[in-house]
């Protein structure tokens, strides 16, 4: 995706989610998930420099404390396969505003104890601002942006 094509995203994601909240806070909702999207594809790219198959990328779990350990230990933080950003593109219509939810938790959660300062509470925004998307889990569903 090019600058044009992200800023087009950016945009139409924007406009979707106007009508839901306030227009400066929107801001807060995308920047948040492309960090998110970004950090899922940077672990992504570590395990393939580390040789992981797809398959071993696909069995990332945090029942693999071995594996948890070193990508903690490498990158500041971990995030399971289901929590990866690809994973919820890879879903479609079978996402869940539950799945942002528990992905932004675990996040939190394993965080390298180094690399607390860093990274501790970057995502409180979108975290505890999904309530503004709509009184369900079904209506914040909906009023989340689609990104592919």
């Known amino acids: 995706m090019n600058k044009q094509q992200l800023a087009a995203k950016i945009w139409a994601t924007a ?6 909240i306030e227009a400066n806070e929107y801001k807060d909702y995308i920047l948040g998930f492309i960090f998110y999207k970004y950090i899922s594809d940077k672990l992504e790219q570590f395990a393939k420099q ?3 198959s797809a ?17 903690r230990r490498n990158l500041g933080y971990f995030i399971a396969h289901e929590h990866l950003f690809s994973t919820w593109i ?6 869940d505003v539950s799945q942002v939810r528990d992905a932004l938790s675990a996040f939190s959660r394993l965080i390298h104890p180094e690399h ?7 995502f ?12 369900t889990a079904a209506k914040q569903t909906s009023g989340l942006p689609t990104v592919s």
């Open 116 to 122: 607390k300062r860093l990274f501790e509470g970057i």
């Open 15 to 20: 406009n979707q989610m106007r009508s839901k």
């Open 55 to 71: 398959e071993d990328i696909r069995a990332l779990s945090e029942d693999d404390a071995e594996t948890v350990d070193f990508i």
């Open 90 to 95: 890879e879903q479609g219509s079978d996402f």
């Open 124 to 135: 409180k925004t979108l975290e505890t601002g999904l309530s503004k998307l709509g009184e």
């Open 50 to 52: 580390q040789d992981f």
